[in-house]
């Protein structure tokens, strides 16, 4: 069966300092990966999502970066955390064709200070 | 902009009531629809995929699809408090991506 992995759970970072989060997934191949943030009380809003190995596609410009080194690996970074990259960032995975919904990692809380 | 709209509640019944969950969506084109389960702090956990008009039934959950309408409905018979949780639609259009609704906070009172 499919897995998905997803760390830190939790995270306080300064302002100003670099983040590394990262996804895993085990039991496909070629998966499509998305990650997602979710500020407290909001939906969810899209952030990057990526059909296959280096292939990124980014939703809405900001201060982070996504990179996806291996085909089962995502990686959201930023080099300078902002107060308003607060949030609980989810990443997900889905079949290339995306019929049986995604499904999403346990999440990083991510509180900037 | 393909949209996905949910009243975003809180909507609160008793125990043992049915729970009734609406969305709707502006894509004349969507295929497939979703309905994910989240709670408090946790990662969305998907619950119903509907493909076809009508009902499709799992336990205690139905969901509803009229394609007309362009809307999408779950119900929850015999609501636990366990069920209290916000409930995410998610539509799928041509493409591999989701759209979701920003989610309808249920409370399901004992």
């Known amino acids: 069966s499919q897995t998905i992995h997803q760390w830190p759970a939790t995270l306080v970072q300064p302002v100003g300092s670099p983040l590394s989060l990262e996804c895993t997934v085990e039991?496909?191949?070629?998966?499509?990966l998305y990650w997602y943030r979710q500020a407290a009380g909001r939906g969810l809003q899209l952030l990057f999502y990526?059909?296959?190995?280096?292939?990124i596609s980014s939703e809405v410009p900001q201060n982070l970066s996504a990179s996806r080194p291996q085909d089962r690996q995502f990686i959201l970074s930023s080099k300078k955390l902002l107060l308003s990259d607060s949030g609980f960032y989810l990443c997900?995975?889905?079949?290339?064709?995306?019929?049986?919904?995604?499904?999403f990692g346990s999440g990083t809380r991510l509180t900037v200070v | 902009q393909k949209e996905v709209e949910q009243n975003s509640g809180p909507l609160s019944v008793p125990e043992g009531a049915i729970a009734s969950l609406n969305c709707t969506y502006s894509d004349r084109g969507s295929q497939s629809f979703f309905w994910y389960r989240q709670y408090s702090g946790k990662s969305p956990e998907l619950i119903m995929f509907i493909y076809s008009n009508g009902d499709k039934e799992d336990g205690r959950f139905t969901a509803q699809l009229n394609k007309a309408s362009q809307y999408v409905s779950l119900l929850i018979r015999d609501s636990q408090p366990s069920d209290s949780a916000t409930y995410l639609c998610?539509?799928?259009?041509?493409?591999?991506?989701?759209?979701f609704g920003k989610g309808t906070k249920l409370s399901v009172i004992p």
């Open positions: 990526s059909v296959g190995i280096g292939q």
């Open positions: 998610a539509v799928k259009g041509g493409s591999y991506q989701l759209t």
């Open positions: 039991g496909t191949s070629n998966p499509n």
């Open positions: 997900a995975w889905s079949t290339p064709g995306g019929f049986y919904g995604y499904t």
